[in-house]
């Protein structure tokens, strides 16, 4: 992975979560909120974190992107429901910043 790669994938998980954020907060129209939604809780997460592990074939890849980010909103969205503070909104701002947080670490190791 080239250093435009990963500058790439940054820009990509942070626009997603820019993007699913203004929908949402903005009151996009219905078929537009829930696509951009959808697609960030999907892809976001996990592409900020797979691609740290290395030796990985692009289905793999693919594969785990999806299963980390299902994974990681299955997880965020069960600890705000068990802190009695779940709403749609504040599991888009958990997720944005969980994958953020994802997004600085550097690529992973040899």
């Given amino acids: 992975m080239t250093r435009f790669q990963v500058?790439?994938?940054?820009?990509?998980?942070?626009?997603?979560?820019?993007?699913?954020?203004?929908?949402?907060?903005?009151?996009?129209g219905q078929p537009w909120r829930v696509l951009a939604?959808?697609?960030?809780i999907v892809v976001a997460p996990g592409l900020a974190f797979v691609p740290l592990i290395r030796g990985l074939d692009v289905w793999t890849r693919g594969v785990l992107i999806v299963a980390v980010g299902l994974a990681l909103g299955a997880a965020v969205s069960?600890?705000?429901?068990?802190?009695?503070?779940?709403s749609g909104t504040l599991l888009l701002l958990m997720l944005a910043g969980?994958?953020?947080?994802?997004?600085?670490f550097p690529r992973g190791a040899r």
């Fill in 98 to 104: 969980v994958s953020a947080v994802g997004c600085v």
């Fill in 37 to 40: 939604v959808v697609v960030f």
């Fill in 78 to 86: 069960e600890a705000l429901a068990l802190a009695h503070i779940f």
């Fill in 7 to 28: 500058d790439r994938r940054r820009a990509t998980v942070l626009a997603c979560g820019a993007t699913a954020l203004a929908f949402d907060l903005l009151g996009a």
